[in-house]
Nanobody, 119 residues
Framework: QVHLKESGGGSVQPGGSLYLSCQASGSFDHIGAMSWYRQAPGKERDLVAEIQWNGTPNYADSVKGRFTVIRDNLKNTVNLQMTNLKPEDTAVYYC?????????????WGQGTQVTVSS
């Protein structure tokens, strides 16, 4: 129904930056909220940032002031600008979107992209 593809992950030093992108494709009538989650080994998959259909963002306290979530409704993308990265940001980052197709509401997840922050 909806396929999400993340890109932009990699390895950086503390204080570095990365720009994650997520492209949505497939069949849908409407994509609502789009968000980024992350999961470190042995941890739960936690919300990092989300952005509503109208552009209103919300961030986890741990990334406020460092990350910026951006969406492009024409391109069906959601991006995450990550700055001043810290070792504790190391995780697999997943894109998620809420979508509606033929009045059926569902959620799609990407495959994840690895972000590693180390010296």
């Amino acid at each position: 129904q909806v396929h999400l593809k993340e890109s932009g992950g990699g390895s950086v030093q503390p204080g570095g930056s990365l720009y994650l992108s997520c492209q949505a494709s497939g069949s849908f009538d409407h994509i609502g909220a789009m968000s980024w989650y992350r999961q470190a080994p042995g941890k739960e998959r936690d919300l990092v940032a989300e952005i509503q259909w109208n552009g209103t963002p919300n961030y986890a306290d741990s990334v406020k002031g460092r990350f910026t979530v951006i969406r492009d409704n024409l391109k069906n993308t959601v991006n995450l600008q990550m700055t001043n990265l810290k070792p504790e940001d190391t995780a697999v980052y997943y894109c998620k979107c809420d979508f509606r197709s033929l009045f059926i509401v569902n959620t799609a997840w990407g495959q994840g992209t690895q972000v590693t922050v180390s010296s």
